[in-house]
């Protein structure tokens, strides 16, 4: 698997974003930083890595990744499903990346996946479908308010 190359591809995989996650993407060295939607305390980044491109949510919210996590055991669903799902439905087909789920060093709360392709137009849709599933999930949809 080809090994992402910089600052040029990140620049690449930028441009193809949907309009909507670019106004909360930032390109930082050789990743892509997207805040998630609702003012939800997690975000999303592109990194490159030996393997070629992870994906993943990140959250220092302990209780924001147990809501993730509760949601997935209540409804039986595997992450890799709805991943699927929310790709098909941008009209992208190809094998599904398995998900891994951690805490890393700085004690950070990580959902990734490692993408088999380097192309910019298909992280950008597999980046796209990650934010449109993860939404779904727990309390990243933000908070219901009363009414």
């Given at each position: 698997m080809c090994r992402?190359?910089?600052q040029n591809t990140m620049n690449e995989i930028y441009e193809q974003?949907?309009?909507?996650?670019?106004?909360v993407a930032k390109l930082t060295g050789d990743s892509i930083k997207?805040?998630?939607p609702h003012d939800v305390d997690a975000w999303y980044l592109i990194t490159s890595d030996p393997a070629g491109c992870d994906l993943?949510?990140?959250?220092k919210d302990r209780w924001l990744s147990e809501s993730i996590e509760?949601?997935?055991?209540?409804?039986?669903d595997e992450l890799e499903e709805?991943?699927?799902?929310?790709?098909?439905?941008?009209?992208?087909?190809g094998k599904i990346p398995n998900f891994r789920h951690f805490r890393n060093d700085a004690r950070e709360y990580v959902f990734s996946?490692?993408?088999?392709?380097?192309?910019?137009?298909?992280?950008?849709?597999?980046?796209?479908?990650?934010?449109?599933?993860?939404?779904e999930l727990g309390d990243m949809g933000g908070?219901?308010?009363?009414g």
């Open positions: 992402l190359e910089g974003l949907p309009e909507w996650l670019k106004g997207v805040l998630a993943a949510l990140v959250t509760g949601d997935l055991e209540h409804t039986g709805l991943y699927e799902e929310e790709l098909v439905e941008l009209d992208w087909e996946c490692t993408w088999p392709s380097t192309a910019p137009s298909e992280l950008a849709t597999a980046l796209e479908a990650m934010v449109n599933m993860f939404t908070e219901e308010e009363d």
